[in-house]
C-alpha cells in the first residue's frame, strides 16, 4: 500500500473531523489577514473539502482517478 492509498483510507476513516480543521484554518487565516481577503479564503476551504471528500473515496471530483491533485486551481 502506497503512501497515497493510505493518505484515501485516513481521509475516508476521518472525513468529518478534516471538514473542521479546514474550517478552523480558514478562520484563523481570515483573522490574520484582517479579513482582507475573505472569499478567496473561503474558496480555498471548500476546494480544500472537496479534495479532501475525493480522498475518502465518496465519488466527488478531485481525488477518486488514483492520482493526487497537482495544485488547486486559482
Known amino acids: 500500500m502506497g503512501l497515497f492509498d493510505k493518505m ?12 473542521g480543521v479546514v474550517d478552523k484554518v480558514a478562520d484563523v487565516v481570515d483573522e490574520k489577514t484582517g ?14 473539502k472537496g479534495l479532501l471528500e ?4 465518496e465519488g466527488s ?3 477518486s482517478g488514483g ?8
Do not use: Q
Not at 479579513?35 to 480544500?48: N, Q, V
Open 8 to 19: 484515501k483510507d485516513l481521509a475516508a476513516d476521518h472525513a468529518d473531523n478534516l471538514d
Open 35 to 48: 479579513g482582507e481577503h475573505t472569499d478567496k479564503i473561503d474558496s480555498a476551504a471548500e476546494k480544500a
Open 54 to 57: 475525493g480522498l475518502g473515496g
Open 61 to 63: 471530483e478531485g481525488g
Open 67 to 74: 492520482e493526487p491533485p497537482s495544485r488547486l486551481s486559482p
